[in-house]
């Protein structure tokens, strides 16, 4: 789609530019090493939509003729995208392409989960399982998770460390585990079986609740 832009760049009354800009323009603020860019996409959102629509230049080009095998390729496409949406809903952030081998592929390399999503979940089930005024730990994203929380436990949330809580609540972000130092408490707590509860894609947990 690239390269058909910008062999093409003065056709069209100049759209092949606009999407060229569109795309290079919000990249550039980054050129520069002192630039700060942390966690992940978000930086980067505005380059989304050029990108989809260069991406549909470059098949429009490969394919130009509107054939049946067109049809068909993008109706394969479109199932695709489907499929993997209801396989992940309502965590389709954690989605990781066929390139790193899937969200199997990704573990241990890459932050499953990002934007604490699976935590209402996890929240949630925590307040049908944890008696009256019990110490609830969540490692990340505390302030927005906690505001699930029972109004007894949300009283106590993070007042006790991980290994006096009576519940831990922690994201799958590899990036954070040395941060928050949970790896010991994690191995530690597998041997003890004192997981009460996981929310699993592919055999991928997005969130673990550890029990004291």
Not at 32 to 41: C, L
Not at 65 to 84: A, D, G, M, Q, T
Not at 102 to 122: L, V
Request: glycine share 6%; aromatic share 16%; with cysteine.
């Amino acid at each position: 789609g690239v390269g058909y832009c910008l062999l093409n760049w003065k056709k069209k009354h100049g759209i092949y530019s606009l999407v060229l800009l569109w795309l290079f323009i919000p990249l550039v603020r980054y050129a520069s090493p002192k630039s700060g860019a942390i966690d992940g996409v978000r930086h980067f959102l505005e380059i989304v939509y050029p990108v989809c629509v260069l991406g549909s230049i470059g098949f429009n080009h490969l394919f130009p003729k509107n054939n049946i095998w067109k049809r068909s390729l993008l109706f394969v496409v479109l199932l695709y995208l489907i499929f993997i949406n209801v396989k992940f809903h309502p965590y389709e952030t954690s989605y990781f392409n066929a390139l790193i081998g899937g969200i199997r592929g990704a573990q241990g390399k890459f932050d499953i989960d990002f934007w604490g999503t699976p935590q209402k979940e996890a929240v949630k089930y925590v307040n049908t399982i944890a008696p009256p005024n019990s110490f609830v730990h969540i490692v990340m994203a505390q302030s927005s998770a906690a505001m699930y929380l029972r109004d007894d436990l949300r009283k106590n949330a993070n007042i006790k460390d991980i290994w006096n809580s009576d519940y831990v609540i922690l994201l799958n972000r590899e990036s954070f585990f040395s941060v928050y130092d949970v790896r010991g408490y994690m191995k530690e707590k597998y041997a003890q079986n004192k997981v009460v509860f996981t929310r699993e894609i592919d055999a991928v947990p997005l969130v673990w609740i550890f029990r004291k």
